[in-house]
Protein backbone atom coordinates (compact mmCIF):
# COMPACT_ATOMS: atom_id res chain seq x y z
CA UNK A 1 0.00 0.00 0.00
CA UNK A 2 1.45 3.39 -0.98
CA UNK A 3 -1.24 5.23 1.82
CA UNK A 4 0.30 8.10 3.89
CA UNK A 5 1.52 6.71 7.20
CA UNK A 6 3.23 9.45 9.29
CA UNK A 7 0.78 11.78 11.19
CA UNK A 8 4.05 13.85 10.91
CA UNK A 9 3.50 14.97 6.94
CA UNK A 10 0.01 16.93 8.68
CA UNK A 11 2.00 19.78 9.41
CA UNK A 12 3.73 20.13 6.06
CA UNK A 13 1.01 18.57 3.89
CA UNK A 14 -1.88 20.45 5.56
CA UNK A 15 -3.38 21.76 1.97
CA UNK A 16 -3.31 18.23 0.89
CA UNK A 17 -5.40 16.77 3.99
CA UNK A 18 -8.35 19.85 3.86
CA UNK A 19 -9.97 18.30 1.31
CA UNK A 20 -13.07 18.85 3.27
CA UNK A 21 -16.39 19.29 1.05
CA UNK A 22 -19.75 18.73 0.97
CA UNK A 23 -19.55 16.79 -2.34
CA UNK A 24 -20.12 12.98 -2.82
CA UNK A 25 -23.55 13.27 -0.72
CA UNK A 26 -24.59 11.28 2.14
CA UNK A 27 -27.07 8.35 0.89
CA UNK A 28 -29.93 7.82 2.79
CA UNK A 29 -28.78 5.67 4.85
CA UNK A 30 -27.01 1.75 4.86
CA UNK A 31 -27.69 -1.17 3.38
CA UNK A 32 -29.93 -3.39 5.47
CA UNK A 33 -28.07 -6.03 3.61
CA UNK A 34 -24.36 -5.17 4.10
CA UNK A 35 -23.50 -5.94 7.51
CA UNK A 36 -22.68 -2.44 8.57
CA UNK A 37 -24.98 0.09 10.60
CA UNK A 38 -23.25 2.92 9.65
CA UNK A 39 -21.37 3.78 6.54
CA UNK A 40 -21.18 2.08 3.51
CA UNK A 41 -20.08 -0.22 0.88
CA UNK A 42 -20.71 -0.61 -2.50
CA UNK A 43 -17.60 -0.29 -4.59
CA UNK A 44 -14.47 -2.42 -4.69
CA UNK A 45 -15.96 -5.07 -6.49
CA UNK A 46 -13.74 -5.10 -9.63
CA UNK A 47 -10.58 -6.22 -7.55
CA UNK A 48 -9.65 -9.53 -6.97
CA UNK A 49 -11.62 -10.01 -3.48
CA UNK A 50 -9.91 -12.71 -2.07
CA UNK A 51 -11.31 -14.44 0.92
CA UNK A 52 -8.86 -13.88 3.97
CA UNK A 53 -7.67 -17.65 5.01
CA UNK A 54 -5.11 -18.16 7.67
CA UNK A 55 -2.28 -18.31 4.85
CA UNK A 56 -3.13 -14.77 3.81
CA UNK A 57 -4.86 -13.11 7.52
CA UNK A 58 -1.53 -11.23 8.28
CA UNK A 59 -1.38 -9.89 5.07
CA UNK A 60 -5.38 -8.59 4.89
CA UNK A 61 -5.35 -7.15 8.43
CA UNK A 62 -2.04 -5.14 7.30
CA UNK A 63 -3.31 -3.89 4.28
CA UNK A 64 -6.66 -2.12 6.16
CA UNK A 65 -4.55 -1.46 9.26
CA UNK A 66 -2.37 0.82 6.68
CA UNK A 67 -5.50 2.72 5.02
CA UNK A 68 -7.58 2.84 8.49
CA UNK A 69 -4.02 4.96 9.71
CA UNK A 70 -4.28 6.95 6.35
CA UNK A 71 -7.89 7.81 7.26
CA UNK A 72 -6.95 8.79 10.60
CA UNK A 73 -3.97 11.09 9.39
CA UNK A 74 -6.23 13.26 7.27
CA UNK A 75 -8.83 13.37 10.43
CA UNK A 76 -6.65 14.39 12.52
CA UNK A 77 -5.46 17.24 10.53
CA UNK A 78 -8.75 18.08 10.03
CA UNK A 79 -9.61 18.15 13.65
CA UNK A 80 -6.50 20.09 14.37
CA UNK A 81 -7.40 22.50 11.56
CA UNK A 82 -10.96 23.22 13.31
CA UNK A 83 -10.15 21.82 17.07
CA UNK A 84 -13.86 23.04 18.23
CA UNK A 85 -15.75 20.90 15.80
CA UNK A 86 -19.03 22.29 16.22
CA UNK A 87 -20.57 19.67 13.59
CA UNK A 88 -19.41 16.64 11.96
CA UNK A 89 -17.11 17.39 9.10
CA UNK A 90 -15.61 15.44 5.84
CA UNK A 91 -12.87 14.57 4.66
CA UNK A 92 -12.68 13.17 0.84
CA UNK A 93 -10.71 10.00 -0.17
CA UNK A 94 -7.82 10.66 -2.01
CA UNK A 95 -9.61 8.42 -5.03
CA UNK A 96 -13.10 8.25 -4.10
CA UNK A 97 -15.42 7.94 -1.39
CA UNK A 98 -15.20 10.02 2.13
CA UNK A 99 -15.12 9.82 5.79
CA UNK A 100 -17.47 12.15 8.20
CA UNK A 101 -15.45 12.93 11.13
CA UNK A 102 -16.75 14.11 14.27
CA UNK A 103 -15.52 13.89 17.44
CA UNK A 104 -13.29 16.48 19.80
CA UNK A 105 -10.06 17.45 20.76
CA UNK A 106 -7.97 18.63 24.13
CA UNK A 107 -5.51 21.08 23.38
CA UNK A 108 -2.17 21.47 25.07
CA UNK A 109 0.79 23.73 24.42
CA UNK A 110 2.84 20.55 22.11
CA UNK A 111 0.06 18.22 22.10
CA UNK A 112 -3.48 17.56 21.07
CA UNK A 113 -5.60 14.78 22.18
CA UNK A 114 -8.00 13.57 19.63
CA UNK A 115 -10.71 12.00 20.13
CA UNK A 116 -13.10 11.13 16.28
CA UNK A 117 -15.25 9.34 14.80
CA UNK A 118 -14.90 8.40 11.65
CA UNK A 119 -17.66 7.16 9.81
CA UNK A 120 -16.75 6.08 5.73
CA UNK A 121 -18.48 5.96 2.68
CA UNK A 122 -16.89 3.87 -0.12
CA UNK A 123 -13.74 5.12 1.31
CA UNK A 124 -10.45 4.55 -1.00
CA UNK A 125 -7.11 6.39 -1.30
CA UNK A 126 -6.29 4.34 -4.49
CA UNK A 127 -9.01 2.80 -6.36
CA UNK A 128 -7.34 -0.48 -5.31
CA UNK A 129 -8.68 -1.11 -1.68
CA UNK A 130 -12.16 0.63 0.25
CA UNK A 131 -13.80 0.66 3.06
CA UNK A 132 -17.21 0.99 4.80
CA UNK A 133 -18.57 1.28 8.31
CA UNK A 134 -17.37 3.30 11.61
CA UNK A 135 -14.38 3.41 13.65
CA UNK A 136 -14.02 5.84 16.74
CA UNK A 137 -10.28 6.44 17.31
CA UNK A 138 -8.25 7.72 20.18
CA UNK A 139 -4.67 9.14 20.07
CA UNK A 140 -2.51 12.10 21.40
CA UNK A 141 -0.83 14.35 18.25
CA UNK A 142 2.40 15.71 19.42
CA UNK A 143 2.84 18.93 17.12
CA UNK A 144 6.62 18.82 16.75
CA UNK A 145 6.83 15.06 15.94
CA UNK A 146 3.53 13.46 15.33
CA UNK A 147 1.45 10.74 16.97
CA UNK A 148 2.69 8.91 20.41
CA UNK A 149 2.80 5.37 20.49
CA UNK A 150 -0.20 4.58 18.27
CA UNK A 151 -3.74 4.98 18.93
CA UNK A 152 -6.71 2.95 19.54
CA UNK A 153 -9.53 1.70 17.75
CA UNK A 154 -13.02 0.36 17.84
CA UNK A 155 -15.76 -0.32 15.70
CA UNK A 156 -16.23 -2.60 12.68
CA UNK A 157 -15.91 -1.95 9.19
CA UNK A 158 -15.85 -3.61 5.91
CA UNK A 159 -13.43 -4.09 2.91
CA UNK A 160 -13.23 -4.75 -0.38
CA UNK A 161 -10.63 -4.84 -3.75
CA UNK A 162 -7.78 -7.34 -2.61
CA UNK A 163 -9.23 -9.08 0.10
CA UNK A 164 -12.94 -8.82 1.39
CA UNK A 165 -14.71 -9.06 3.92
CA UNK A 166 -15.19 -7.63 7.73
CA UNK A 167 -13.24 -6.51 10.37
CA UNK A 168 -13.98 -5.63 13.94
CA UNK A 169 -11.79 -3.47 16.06
CA UNK A 170 -12.09 -3.87 20.57
CA UNK A 171 -9.89 -1.89 22.09
CA UNK A 172 -7.16 -2.30 19.75
CA UNK A 173 -4.14 -0.60 19.71
CA UNK A 174 -2.58 0.68 16.33
CA UNK A 175 1.49 1.22 17.20
CA UNK A 176 3.41 4.39 15.57
CA UNK A 177 7.22 4.92 15.98
CA UNK A 178 8.14 8.32 17.29
CA UNK A 179 8.32 9.39 13.93
CA UNK A 180 4.31 9.27 13.57
CA UNK A 181 5.13 5.80 11.40
CA UNK A 182 3.24 3.33 11.30
CA UNK A 183 4.69 -0.03 12.82
CA UNK A 184 3.27 -3.55 11.45
CA UNK A 185 1.29 -5.42 13.92
CA UNK A 186 3.44 -8.31 13.04
CA UNK A 187 7.00 -7.30 13.04
CA UNK A 188 7.72 -8.17 16.89
CA UNK A 189 11.36 -6.90 16.68
CA UNK A 190 9.83 -3.58 16.17
CA UNK A 191 7.65 -3.80 19.35
CA UNK A 192 9.13 -4.33 22.79
CA UNK A 193 8.42 -0.66 23.85
CA UNK A 194 5.01 -0.26 22.56
CA UNK A 195 2.06 -0.28 24.49
CA UNK A 196 0.10 -4.44 23.63
CA UNK A 197 -3.53 -4.15 23.94
CA UNK A 198 -7.07 -4.97 22.58
CA UNK A 199 -8.18 -7.52 19.75
CA UNK A 200 -9.12 -7.74 16.05
CA UNK A 201 -11.58 -10.17 14.73
CA UNK A 202 -11.74 -11.20 10.76
CA UNK A 203 -14.38 -12.80 9.36
CA UNK A 204 -14.35 -13.24 5.13
CA UNK A 205 -16.50 -16.43 3.45
CA UNK A 206 -17.44 -17.95 5.97
CA UNK A 207 -14.35 -17.69 7.91
CA UNK A 208 -13.68 -15.85 11.43
CA UNK A 209 -10.54 -15.20 12.87
CA UNK A 210 -9.82 -13.71 16.57
CA UNK A 211 -6.66 -12.93 17.35
CA UNK A 212 -4.49 -10.60 19.72
CA UNK A 213 -1.47 -10.07 17.70
CA UNK A 214 0.27 -9.04 20.60
CA UNK A 215 2.18 -11.91 22.71
CA UNK A 216 2.92 -11.08 25.93
CA UNK A 217 6.73 -11.33 25.81
CA UNK A 218 8.21 -14.64 27.46
CA UNK A 219 4.85 -16.67 27.39
Known amino acids: MG????????LVLGAVFSACSKGRQDPLGPDP?????EGLLNKGTE???????ESN????IQTVDEVVFAVFT?????????????EALRTLGDYDGYAVVDGSTTLADTSIDTNVKLTLYDYSDDGLIYLGGSLQLQG??????GLTRGFRVNGKIKFAGPYSGFIKYNNFLLPADKGGNLISIFAASSLPDVPRSGTVTVTSGGNEFWLNPYPIPGR
Open 3 to 10: GIKSLSLI
Open 33 to 37: ESGLT
Open 47 to 53: GLNLVVT
Open 57 to 60: LDSA
Open 74 to 86: KAAYTVMSDPGIK
Open 140 to 145: IIYLNW
